[in-house]
């Protein structure tokens, strides 16, 4: 199983990117689906996380900016990012949980956003 993550870039602050995150190989279903992100001298943390049954979480700090949501038919998760803010600067990453108990990372994309 491999995640591909993309949707990256650089954006000025107040503006919005979406994240894509899209698993491939032989997956038999998908348990949870989440976003996390890590900045420099920072450890990783987690964004957001829906699961199976569509219930969704987030982290305080993204609460009323960011939605996730998935396409079960495409084993896709995204991430809209509204009125991003300097410090939301990280690399994004993509996390999914299967049926066989494993958790799978894709590689990672960079958001930036200036002031």
């Known amino acids: 199983v491999q995640l591909q993550a993309s949707g990256g870039g650089l954006v000025q602050a107040g503006g919005s990117l979406r994240l894509s995150c899209a698993a491939s190989g032989i997956i038999i279903s998908i348990t949870a689906m989440g976003w996390y992100r890590q900045a420099p001298g920072n450890e990783r943390e987690l964004v957001a996380k829906i699961i199976s049954s569509g219930n969704t979480n987030y982290a305080d700090a993204v609460k009323g900016r960011f939605t996730i949501s998935r396409d079960n038919a495409k084993n896709t998760v995204y991430l809209q990012m509204n009125s991003l803010k300097p410090e939301d600067t990280a690399v994004y990453y993509c996390?999914?949980?299967?049926?066989?108990?494993?958790?799978?990372w894709g590689k990672g994309t960079q958001v930036t956003v200036s002031s």
């Open positions: 996390k999914m949980h299967l049926s066989d108990g494993m958790d799978y």
